[in-house]
């Protein structure tokens, strides 16, 4: 799925950066919030009087705490403003398009997983797409992710995810440590459709090889294999559906 880009001036650019920053802190958090605030403006009708002015949109929708001080005033470092020039202005998302919720954990009225309320201050008890989380604001939504240490929980309102899948959204982006976009597409089945390309060098991260090159060689087969291995997968060297979903799974 590709994403929606905005053109931006840099003085914009750095004040939406500033306000990611109050928001989440590093630059991971930045990118999901920059993600999720594009999300939003294009997925919720309350938004819809803002058109394609993003920047307006994280100024003045009041979606975001003293938004306009912050903005103004707050700090955003070199690596937070480009952060957020890959999401906004080159569609690098690092959430689908249809997470469109976080909130800081005061904000939030309870939890729920799999039916039961349990600790909302306990991140472990945030299950992917089974954590139902209910805030101050009245807004209810499911669990997507923290995508650091210290962020918000972000997840997504069923109008949102409706919304996305009736309009042809399924794939997810997948994303590096760093929370940079590595792959935006369906994911390959490595070493028979996909030997090159950035899905590889995901794989190759995973696994604890060197991830900067992007070719699935005998070495990747064979430490694909102990992966496998030592997963409870088939150790059959193939980078498959089950394969992915057990990676995936341990990266959260």
């Not at 394609?52 to 994280?58: K, P």
């Amino acid at each position: 799925m590709s994403f929606k880009t905005y053109a931006l001036s840099e003085e914009k650019l750095i004040k939406i950066a500033r306000l990611c920053v109050q928001e989440q802190g590093s630059v991971a958090g930045v990118r999901a919030e920059a993600s999720q605030g594009a999300n939003l403006l294009e997925t919720n009708s309350k938004c819809l009087r803002f058109g394609d002015d993003i920047y307006s949109f994280f100024r003045n929708s009041r979606w975001y705490y003293e938004s306009e001080y912050y903005m103004d005033h707050g700090s955003a470092s070199s690596a937070a403003i480009e952060a957020v020039r890959d999401v906004l202005c080159k569609g690098e998302r690092v959430f689908p398009q249809y997470v469109d919720e976080h909130d800081c954990i005061k904000d939030i009225e309870w939890v729920k997983t799999d039916g039961k309320y349990v600790e909302k201050s306990d991140r472990s008890n945030y299950v992917k797409g089974k954590t139902v989380i209910h805030n101050k604001m009245g807004s209810t939504y499911t669990f997507y992710a923290f995508p650091a240490p210290g962020c918000d929980p972000f997840g997504y309102t069923k109008n949102a995810y409706d919304y996305v899948m009736s309009h042809g959204g399924s794939s997810e982006p997948i994303s590096d440590d760093d929370g940079r976009v590595l792959v935006t597409a369906t994911l390959p089945e490595l070493y028979k459709d996909c030997p090159k390309g950035s899905a590889v060098r995901l794989w190759r991260q995973i696994i604890g090889m060197k991830s900067s090159y992007d070719i699935f060689n005998a070495a990747v087969k064979k430490n694909t294999k102990i992966w496998q291995s030592e997963h409870g997968l088939k150790a059959d060297g193939i980078v498959g559906k089950n394969t992915w979903a057990a990676a995936l799974n341990s990266l959260k």
